[in-house]
């Protein structure tokens, strides 16, 4: 495994790169980043839509023949979530318990509900935090309801303070890699905890003004496996390795298919 220097001074290369093809001043270019995005985090909690199922939904209102209503609902609210986002972000709105509700609440608007639990009833369509206990697939048992509100709060606190002091690349990605991995381990919510803490990462990132992070859908086993190693031993690192990985194979992914795309375009000719 390359050292996580070597890594860092890889994405500083392909970031400039990246950024001198500037591709955000293209027609659509951030449309249609966003719409990867929301396809690839849906995804990863089992929508069966692909990004052309995304962008008919999104732009035309058009349904993809044969695939669930709720996984729609899920890109739709993904969709508005991240939008919600990045408003907030261009402002600066501080990372707050009531931030993260409002947040979750997006996510969550048309696919939650309202729960009866031991702990009283709540709304998961509002971003209520949860009053039940909560499971992993593999079988791990999440932070007690009770103490959720109390570590949402001191997360808050601690991106406070982090956020103004962050003053390279690495550090700035790595605040928002650890906000996603701390409120994932949190799990404040009875649904829509991964969605919501990818959402949190790309927030920091447009705060920051740089290139949002994607988790892709074909490595959601590494993805869960990254997250799992770094709860098991308290230790961000594996997370945050797995998470620059990521980002280079989306940076690299990007220009390749802007090079590609140029290739086509001045090959072109008319055909009758």
Not at 206 to 230: C, H, M, N, R
Request: proline letters at 3%.
């Amino acid at each position: 495994m390359e050292n996580n220097r070597e890594i860092w001074e890889e994405i500083e290369a392909v970031t400039s790169k990246y950024n001198a093809l500037n591709l955000k001043e293209a027609i659509d270019y951030e449309k249609f980043y966003i719409y990867s995005l929301i396809t690839h985090s849906t995804a990863i909690e089992g929508s069966t839509l692909d990004d052309t199922d995304t962008q008919l939904l999104l732009d035309d209102g058009i349904t993809a023949k044969g695939k669930p209503l709720e996984h729609h609902l899920m890109v739709k609210d993904n969709y508005d979530a991240i939008m919600f986002a990045m408003y907030e972000a261009n402002i600066k709105t501080p990372i707050t318990p009531e931030f993260l509700i409002d947040l979750n609440a997006k996510v969550m608007k048309h696919t939650g509900g309202r729960h009866e639990a031991i702990g009283g009833s709540f709304d998961s369509s509002k971003g209520e935090f949860r009053k039940l206990s909560v499971f992993s697939r593999g079988g791990m048992s999440y932070m007690d309801y009770k103490k959720v509100s109390e570590a949402v709060d001191f997360l808050c606190f601690e991106l406070g303070k982090a956020l103004p002091h962050a003053l390279t690349l690495q550090e700035k990605y790595n605040i928002s890699f650890d906000a996603h991995l701390n409120l994932v381990t949190i799990h404040p919510w009875a649904d829509g905890n991964g969605r919501t803490s990818r959402l949190l990462m790309n927030y920091i990132q447009f705060y920051y003004g740089i290139t949002p992070s994607k988790v892709f859908k074909e490595d959601k086993t590494e993805y869960i496996e990254a997250l799992k190693q770094s709860q098991k031993t308290e230790n961000n690192t594996p997370f945050r390795n797995f998470m620059a990985k990521q980002h280079l194979k989306l940076l690299n992914e990007e220009i390749q298919n802007f090079e590609k795309s140029q290739i086509i375009s001045n090959s072109f000719k008319v055909r009758f």
